[in-house]
């Protein structure tokens, strides 16, 4: 394993690199002046050009630049233009929400995924298949913000069971802070595990006609052991290897999530940084977003490995 | 001048009464032993004062400790908690005395004298005196407040001539703009005023205590049991939450989790308060309108800019933006300032043949150009109506979305194209104060870069008047100028309104922000 | 970035003729052909959008927020505007929107993952940068990409070109490096075939059938992508109507309107169902042979 790592190792860090360079041009190319933006709508020309100084945006770019990275590297991630206060306080009060919710999505949409996937792949009747190609075909085309939008109407408005807004910390109260949880989680959940479900279902048609369960048909093993024991075994590397990918999007769909169910996470942060421009805040995002997609992908071909000694780690 | 107080807007939700009915059923606990959704109920009904509770309000933008000078929409329920003012102005411009007891004007009205309130002390304990007003007004002076009133303050000594006696002195008249300004004017406490640049001390007087804080996210205060005034505050707390989605805010109300929530739309505010869970507030006012660089073309030409303020349909931006409850003058004044030439407020009214007719005049028939605009909601609705009028005569307008962040750069140093559309809060300040106040009024350094001597004349005119006759004369001649210069063309002066739960009583309203100093839960 | 198909991704086709058959069969499964059914009725709705509603997309009227009527199926916006025609011509926006970006992200997409035919070191360079945008989650990029361009209709294309890469560019290498192996194409390189026409005539033919199924995933992706955009603002600028947009309005007046989020929402669904049917079909198509 430490071999694969250390394989893996240079495009890895290629890719932090880059995006660490990509993170850190995206101000320069926007077309408002990151100076006058940290001076605020109020500034005057002079505060304005005091502030650029004071930034080092007058200083050679590549020297900026390795100052920047410097500062990531060592935890010094800046201080926010909007709160003057520093990124990673930012970032770390709306880690824990984000947090909640992707660990809570990932975890529906594994149940939901690949039981309608079982379901499906082991599935005889016409009907059964139907209905599990329906769900899992109506899952996958369903938006997270629309699945959102009509819980809330179904749930927050319609029959007040569920809070639709807002968020308790589940660590503090962990039965109040789960209802906060399982709407935004599940509409979250709900598109991703439409893929998984479909792909478990393919690939357990695929195991279908493998030798080893004719053979095991052969041998007169009953049908629910050989879907327990040899099928939904070797149908579940891809659903891991799309469950990882999907961790990436997971995020992503947070950030629409976490604006209709009002939670103050990751997202949020995103958004109102683009919006109102504040730079040092989005750099770290999108760095920070890169590192856990390229982390997790990592972490998903180890577990492919372990789950399937076939596959040897070196892709 | 515009409505103000409480509304009980149309017939009541039957559904809501339907759904109470059903979680009375039970339905409720489907979920478990305890539901969130009825942990964060309220219930309403009484009148009498009611010592105790927690008020929770949300923002749709975040509180900023740093701007505590300025009229932050994200800071209204904070600032006037926790920092207190010598004075603030209610939604009826009445003059409720905080910090200051009692005041005077002298020497032809350019000297100022306030009485302050004994017997007052900071959160940190320190006794309040007259020297802590003359630091506020210096810090503001020095650039901490709003730019936008440094050239009204200019040249004002401010003196303490007593411990508790404070005196402001003005090369200029002040009668009609030293209210305003005082309402804007926060007393900070000079130990500890760094503190609140990022919100980690922030020391006043008021009758609530910044207790924690979670930048962009979550405000809590808590009561000030050592408050100047007796048995105030009722509250034991405050809390502001933010939350950037309207519809997850109206969520947040309907649930019961919040009882006020500020930078809702009107609309919005609307949809919420048509049932009889919530009123509607309005008060004080915001300005929109619409600026043209007179040095570039097509708005070099006055005829356009006549137009434009002919094309542009503002009875339909109040009633499917505004909520109806806006008025819709050609002049950016309140309609309660000094002299209100009322008869000139109706110069430009919506009449598509004739901005036709003078688009054909100016020779701009098909002309293209970007009307830049904020990235809010808002503004945007405002220039889908806009651009549809101005098709409709003939133009070709295209849309230039900036953040707030992007905008107002460009704005204060005339860089945002051929066009734009701004809104205000200096609406129904006085006269005086808004030629300065307001950057698309400014005689020099606009946004526009608009400069003519004549009107350069009359707006000193108006800010050296000492009374209320000349005062009147004076703003008829700068209106009549800004009508026929249609540099600035405002299409609506609307109040800014607040959904707020009928449990919650007694709230003063000051332009930049609620005191709950006397604000109560009715049981 | 969905690659629900990589697992056909290995097997790459040999025969290169009956691409067009196979598809076409594909159509005339009953998932291909009610998604076939409901796209092309998507598409000729949105074609004829002008035709059907002669008054556009920006008809404003006084009667704002109506509910449904003769003369507005599905009532009216907050201008006034008739839900059912935005709803058109919103789709008719996101149709352009997905029918220009992922062609042009399969063809950039192919093309950077082909790129290892002209020179080793440009085709590694390719997928490493192919690796950086797939680090990226999608809105993520989308953000970065508003950043810069300000938001607009060329703020999505560009977005959903670009996070449309990787899918393409990684799929066509593995092809790429599968072909190559193959004997003929070996056969072909010792017999003094240039290397283009071993690309055109061999290469290309077998990695078709994975692009066009990629393709279709990928739309379905790109609704997402316009949808989540417009839905925390940054999305098309106005008065243009989008579904993503409409939804973004339309969720302010879920309470006192509900068709406003239900029109847009239904034909969001509509198109996606239609484009993920679509795939399902092409996918099992090009997986049985």
């Known amino acids: 394993m430490i071999r694969f790592l250390l394989r893996r190792l240079p495009s890895v860090v290629f890719v932090l690199l880059t995006t660490t360079v990509i993170a850190f041009l995206l101000p320069r190319l926007a077309p408002g002046d990151p100076a006058a933006v940290a001076a605020g709508p109020e500034a005057t020309q002079q505060q304005i050009a005091a502030i650029r100084a004071e930034m080092g945006l007058n200083r050679p770019l590549v020297e900026q630049y390795f100052d920047w990275l410097g500062g990531l590297l060592t935890g010094n991630l800046g201080e926010s233009y909007q709160f003057h206060r520093p990124v990673s306080e930012l970032i770390g009060a709306r880690l824990g929400s984000t947090v909640e919710l992707t660990v809570a999505a990932t975890l529906i949409m594994i149940v939901a995924g690949v039981g309608v996937g079982v379901f499906g792949g082991s599935a005889r009747s016409r009907l059964s298949r139907f209905t599990a190609d329906a769900t899992s075909t109506g899952m996958l085309a369903m938006p997270p913000f629309l699945a959102g939008l009509l819980l809330v109407i179904l749930l927050g408005v319609t029959f007040r069971v569920l809070p639709i807004s807002g968020e308790v910390a589940v660590l503090d109260d962990p039965v109040i802070g789960l209802q906060y949880l399982v709407l935004p989680a599940v509409a979250l959940a709900v598109p991703m595990s439409g893929g998984i479900a479909m792909l478990v279902q393919s690939s357990m048609d695929n195991a279908w006609r493998q030798d080893y369960v004719d053979l095991a048909v052969a041998k007169g093993v009953g049908r629910r052991r050989i879907t327990a024991r040899h099928v939904v075994r070797n149908s579940l590397g891809p659903a891991v290897v799309a469950i990882g990918i999907r961790f990436g999007e997971m995020l992503a769909g947070a950030v629409v999530i976490e604006m209709i169910f009002a939670r103050n996470g990751l997202g949020q942060l995103a958004v109102s940084s683009v919006q109102s421009a504040d730079y040092n805040v989005v750099q770290v995002i999108i760095v920070g977003a890169v590192v856990i997609a390229v982390v997790v992908q990592l972490l998903t071909e180890i577990a492919m490995a372990t789950l399937d000694p076939r596959v040897r780690l070196g892709v | ?454 009107y350069a004349r009359l707006a000193q005119a108006l800010i050296d008047s000492s009374d209320e006759s000349t005062t009147a004369t004076r703003l008829r001649a700068l209106s009549q100028k800004v009508l026929d210069d249609a540099f600035f063309v405002p299409y609506s002066i609307t109040p800014i309104t607040n959904a707020r739960a009928s449990s919650v009583r007694d709230v003063v309203i000051g332009r930049y922000g609620r005191t709950f100093r006397t604000a109560y839960l009715a049981k | 970035m969905t690659t629900d198909t990589e697992t056909t991704s290995g097997a790459a086709r040999r025969e290169s003729g009956g691409a067009v058959r196979r598809y076409l069969a594909a159509l005339r499964t009953p998932r291909g052909a009610i998604g076939a059914g409901l796209l092309g009725l998507l598409v000729l709705l949105a074609v004829l959008a002008p035709v059907l509603f002669p008054g556009g997309y920006d008809d404003q009227g006084d009667n704002a927020l109506a509910g449904a009527s003769g003369a507005h199926w599905m009532g009216t916006d907050e201008l006034g505007r008739d839900i059912v025609a935005r709803t058109i011509f919103g789709l008719r926006t996101d149709l352009t929107l997905l029918l220009t970006a992922v062609p042009a992200s399969a063809v950039i997409g192919t093309l950077m993952g082909l790129a290892g035919v002209i020179s080793r070191w440009l085709g590694a360079g390719m997928q490493r940068l192919l690796d950086v945008i797939l680090g990226f989650p999608g809105i993520v990029l989308g953000m970065s990409v508003v950043l810069v361009l300000g938001t607009g209709w060329s703020a999505l294309f560009v977005s959903i070109l670009v996070i449309g890469l990787p899918l393409f560019g990684r799929q066509a290498r593995a092809g790429l490096q599968v072909e190559q192996e193959r004997e003929y194409v070996l056969a072909a390189r010792v017999l003094g075939v240039r290397r283009r026409t071993v690309l055109t005539r061999h290469v290309l033919p077998n990695i078709v059938d994975p692009i066009v199924v990629n393709a279709a995933v990928y739309m379905v992706v790109a609704v997402f992508i316009e949808a989540g955009l417009s839905i925390v603002g940054l999305g098309i600028q106005p008065p243009i109507p989008s579904l993503g947009a409409m939804l973004n309005t339309g969720a302010r007046y879920l309470e006192v309107h509900p068709a406003y989020v239900m029109g847009p929402g239904l034909v969001l669904l509509l198109l996606t169902l239609a484009f993920t049917l679509l795939s399902n079909a092409l996918n099992k198509a090009v997986l049985r042979r």
Not at chain 2, 171 to 186: K, S
Not at chain 2, 338 to 345: F, H, M, R, V
Not at chain 2, 413 to 426: C, E, R, V
């Open chain 2, 1 to 454: 001048m515009y409505p103000t107080g409480r509304f009980p807007l149309g017939s009541a939700l039957s559904r809501r009464t339907l759904l109470g009915g059903l979680s009375a059923l039970g339905l409720a606990n489907v979920v478990g032993c305890r539901s969130a959704v009825e942990e964060s109920g309220q219930g309403g009904g009484a009148t009498k004062p009611v010592r105790g509770g927690t008020l929770v309000t949300t923002v749709a933008a975040e509180p900023v400790p740093g701007a505590y000078f300025t009229g932050r929409p994200g800071n209204i329920f904070w600032c006037r908690n926790v920092l207190e003012t010598l004075l603030i102005l209610d939604e009826n411009d009445k003059r409720i005395p905080l910090l200051a007891t009692e005041w005077s004007l002298s020497e032809g009205n350019q000297t100022f004298t306030a009485k302050l309130r004994e017997g007052v002390t900071f959160h940190s304990g320190r006794p309040f005196t007259a020297d802590d007003v003359v630091f506020s007004f210096e810090r503001e002076m020095a650039g901490d407040g709003l730019a936008s009133f440094n050239g009204a303050m200019e040249g004002w000594q401010v003196k303490a001539t007593g411990e508790h006696e404070v005196t402001i002195t003005s090369p200029r008249p002040l009668q009609e703009i030293v209210w305003p300004i005082l309402d804007v004017t926060p007393i900070i406490d000079k130990e500890t005023y760094q503190g609140l640049d990022d919100g980690s001390k922030v020391i006043g007087t008021g009758p609530f205590v910044w207790s924690s804080y979670q930048a962009g996210t979550e405000l809590k205060m808590t009561r000030n049991d050592s408050y100047w005034a007796d048995g105030l505050p009722y509250l034991d707390g405050v809390e502001i939450t933010v939350i950037k989605d309207s519809t997850a805010e109206l969520a947040a109300l309907r649930s019961g989790r919040v009882q006020i929530a500020g930078g809702l739309s009107t609309v919005d505010t609307q949809t919420i308060t048509s049932g009889d869970s919530f009123d509607l507030v309005a008060h004080h006012g915001l300005l929109y309108g619409m600026g043209f660089d007179v040095s570039q073309p097509p708005f070099d030409k006055v005829d356009l800019r006549h137009a434009v303020a002919y094309a542009i349909d503002r009875d339909r931006i109040n009633n499917q933006v505004m909520g109806g409850l806006a008025s819709s003058p050609s002049l950016p004044w309140g309609e309660d300032a000094t002299g209100y030439p009322a008869e000139l407020a109706n110069t430009y009214t919506y009449d598509p043949d004739k901005a036709r007719q003078l688009v054909q005049k100016a020779g701009a028939t098909g002309a293209q150009f970007t009307i830049a605009l904020h990235n809010q909601p808002v503004p945007r609705r405002i220039y889908e109506i806009i651009a549809r009028n101005l098709s409709d005569v003939g133009l070709r307008p295209s849309p230039r979305e900036l953040s707030i962040a992007d905008f107002e750069p460009l704005r204060s140093t005339g860089k945002l194209g051929p066009a734009y559309l701004i809104w205000s809060a200096t609406a129904g300040l006085p006269p005086a104060l808004m030629v300065d106040a307001l950057t698309e009024l400014r005689p020099s350094g606009n946004s526009q870069n608009y400069s003519d001597e004549k």
